[in-house]
């Protein structure tokens, strides 16, 4: 999802790892899993308020880009190939 480059709506658990990275990356909104009107709201405020949007868009881009960098990943798993070969 993250490289999609859109504002993200998350409906996770305070201590969920996926809702605290895109509140880290300032990548979209969170908000508690069983709280449905602050979903509703949150959802009006990312459909009215296109800065907001494109704002968390690209700060989740960025996150993206720096973190899921393809050639270091790919590196990764063909060392630890090598090392069961």
């Not at 504002?7 to 709280?35: F, K």
């Not at 968390?56 to 270091?72: G, H």
Request: net charge neutral; aromatic share 6%; proline share 1%.
């Amino acid at each position: 999802t993250f490289c999609a480059g859109r504002a993200l709506l998350a409906a996770v658990p305070a201590e969920n790892l996926c809702g605290r990275v895109i509140a880290a990356a300032q990548a979209g909104l969170c908000v508690a899993a069983d709280d449905e009107a602050a979903f509703l709201a949150a959802a009006r405020r990312l459909r009215d308020d296109e800065d907001l949007r494109h704002g968390l868009a690209r700060n989740q881009r960025a996150y993206a880009v720096t973190t899921f960098d393809i050639k270091a990943i790919a590196e990764r798993f063909l060392g630890v190939i090598r090392e069961l070969v």
